[in-house]
């Protein structure tokens, strides 16, 4: 039993390590970071023209409680299922800078809406993330 | 099964699907009524890595109450855009005899319509040793959205080497926000659990 506690112990301070690890490496990865403009009242544009691929109903529910403010997009990995997306949900509305928090399960995407004050961080994005054991992948944003 | 019974073993209950560690800062609530035990579990996540709680137990077999004090560890996870994986350790060792604990290993795979687990547990009390295997099979006829009802349907297969026997229980499992209930039932025993998350 002693070898088995101690067993476990020693893989715990592993996964510390190793979420440390991970941490150290976030500013490597930060390749998707683009800006978003809302160019009428249900299209969203980025900067260089390109359409991008949102759900309106979730932008427009946003909108209608928060103004004058600002959404993270944020494609993830290993969010499955609701008690997955309730975890992000609970560690970003944690942030007082942080007005709302939408989740589109089927599409594997968590919208995060911010006041204009914040100036908003992928690597901010991706440790509270990894604080809840999914991957972010990448982020965009859009001014409401 | 009197009603006070079926009510007790409705509240109290402790769940495979209903992952044992939760996200960080979690408080869960566990319970789980089946043919070997009523048992609740409590325990709390400092990180989605790990969990450590108390399990307060009514052992049908022996016919004796004890607790356990409980330690799981998330050893791997794999994330996709569509499914995620993982494999946990467990142990726990009982608050009153030092000789009395057990070990295992459980996982599963998901993704939003399908998901299987397993777990291999062995026990060791004071007078004997047995191991308990369990796997189980679920799809969700219909996809919710965040907040929705969620409705999986699911057979588990369970085999124990204290009694020798395999059992199959077809169960229906319900959740929505933080609570999550698990129905099964093969002709002779329920097999309940419940779970919250503050």
């Known amino acids: 039993m002693k070898y088995i506690l101690l067993m476990l112990y020693f893989l715990t301070s592993l996964s510390f390590a190793s979420d440390s690890h991970d941490k150290n490496h976030h500013d490597s990865h930060d390749k998707s970071h683009h800006e978003y403009t809302n160019h009428g009242e249900h299209e969203f544009y980025a900067s260089d023209g390109r359409k991008t691929n949102i759900d309106k109903s979730i932008i427009n529910e946003i909108s209608n409680e928060v103004k004058n403010g600002q959404i993270a997009l944020v494609n993830v990995k290993g969010m499955v299922c609701d008690f997955c997306a309730r975890g992000i949900s609970k560690t970003f509305k944690k942030d007082k800078n942080v007005k709302k928090v939408s989740v589109d399960l089927k599409n594997g995407k968590v919208y995060i809406a911010y006041d204009n004050e914040k100036k908003i961080e992928f690597e901010d994005i991706k440790e509270k993330m990894l604080e809840n054991g999914i991957d972010a992948v990448d982020v965009e944003i859009f001014k409401i | ?198």
């Open chain 2, 1 to 198: 099964m009197g009603i006070l019974k079926f009510i007790f073993a409705f509240v109290i209950s402790s769940s495979l699907f209903a992952r044992p560690v939760s996200y960080p800062g979690g408080l869960t609530v566990m319970s789980a009524s089946d043919d070997m035990k009523d048992s609740v579990y409590v325990h709390y996540s400092p990180t989605y890595k790990y969990s450590f709680g108390i399990e307060v137990i009514s052992d049908k077999h022996f016919k004796n109450d004890y607790s356990y004090g409980r330690f799981t560890y998330l050893a791997n996870r794999k994330n996709t855009i569509h499914s995620q994986r993982n494999l946990y350790l467990q142990a726990g060792i009982s608050t009153s005899e030092i000789d009395d604990f057990f070990y295992g290993i459980n996982g599963d795979w998901e993704t939003r319509r399908v998901f299987t687990g397993f777990e291999y547990k062995k026990t060791n009390t004071v007078n004997e040793t047995y191991s308990s295997k369990m796997v189980q099979l679920g799809f969700a006829p219909y996809l919710g959205d965040y907040g929705d009802l969620h409705t999986w349907i699911m057979v588990k297969l369970k085999r124990n080497s204290l009694s020798n026997s395999t059992s199959i229980f077809p169960f229906l499992k319900f959740f929505r926000n933080e609570t999550l209930i698990e129905f099964g039932y093969n002709k002779t025993d329920w097999d309940i659990h419940f779970m919250h998350r503050f």
